[in-house]
């Protein structure tokens, strides 16, 4: 015999005025929203310098002209993300690693990777590029790269690579001692414990950070410019500066905030999935 589960009159006035009240949060959102769009039109259209900022700004003649160009550089500026987010992932890590080795043997690695990251932190990555870029070439080394494509990909992934090693090293340190402990206890040695239970907890920890790192590693592709490669802001400022008008860096803006602004969403995603997860473990 089976019983089937019947809601209580309870339950049901209880779903009710939940979705009573989702449905008046949603339409007092939507007002404000509306409302708050509205005044800023508004407010831009009454002020005086509108006009001559709409020409400069939001021209779609030179929108239309340079739109080409520039999503051609930024297929530069993806191609530099797409390669160095998995390098900057893996050193990171690397380093996170070296900065854990409890055994005096491996000190000198320990002080290594700390003052590597404590010197790659404190140097802005505009800096970063300038010195790899210029810096690289003038030493005249056999076999070393002088693309500026190559060289700008390198001092990103030197100064972010310095970012997330402490942000995995934060994940790992926020791992429970006694995890190490229980591991150990089963018999695995300090390695199999970090591969096996430490670390693929830390980097579950870690994920909403790294995305941020990552957001800003894709806008921080447009400072590769500074060496000369033709990438979308390179080319905005081109088309800039033949038509004397700043529509070009609009646009630009425009396609690396279709790009970040996913991966934005994407990143609380997960952040609010983990909260979820520690207060149902809780």
Do not use: C
Not at 143 to 158: A, M, R
Not at 208 to 223: C, G, H
Not at 254 to 268: G, Q
């Amino acid at each position: 015999m089976t019983t089937t589960w019947v809601k209580s009159d309870r339950q049901k006035e209880r779903e009710k005025l939940l979705r009573t009240q989702g449905r008046r949060s949603l339409s007092a959102a939507t007002i404000s929203t509306v409302a708050v769009v509205g005044l800023v039109v508004v407010g831009l259209y009454a002020s005086p310098g509108w006009p001559r900022v709409r020409e400069t700004f939001f021209s779609w003649d030179a929108m239309v002209t340079a739109l080409p160009d520039i999503l051609q550089g930024f297929l530069l500026n993806v191609t530099i993300f797409l390669i160095a987010e998995p390098v900057v992932l893996l050193l990171g890590l690397g380093v996170a690693l070296l900065r854990g080795l409890r055994s005096p043997v491996f000190f000198p690695l320990r002080v290594l990777a700390a003052l590597y990251t404590d010197v790659f932190r404190g140097i802005p990555v505009v800096l970063m590029i300038f010195l790899v870029g210029f810096g690289v070439p003038a030493l005249r080394l056999q076999g070393v790269p002088n693309d500026p494509v190559v060289l700008g990909t390198i001092g990103l992934i030197l100064s972010y690579t310095s970012y997330v090693a402490e942000v995995f090293r934060s994940g790992i340190d926020s791992i429970h001692p006694s995890q190490r402990s229980a591991a150990r206890s089963l018999g695995l040695s300090h390695g199999q414990t970090m591969r096996y239970v430490v670390v693929p907890q830390a980097v579950r920890r870690v994920i909403p950070p790294l995305l941020n790192d990552f957001a800003s590693l894709q806008k921080d592709t447009a400072l590769v410019a500074l060496l000369g490669p033709l990438e979308a802001l390179r080319q905005a400022q081109i088309h800039a500066g033949e038509m004397f008008n700043y529509t070009p860096y609009v646009a630009a803006a425009l396609l690396f905030v279709a790009l970040t602004v996913p991966l934005a969403r994407f990143t609380d995603h997960l952040a609010a999935r983990a909260a979820r997860q520690r207060g149902g473990a809780t």
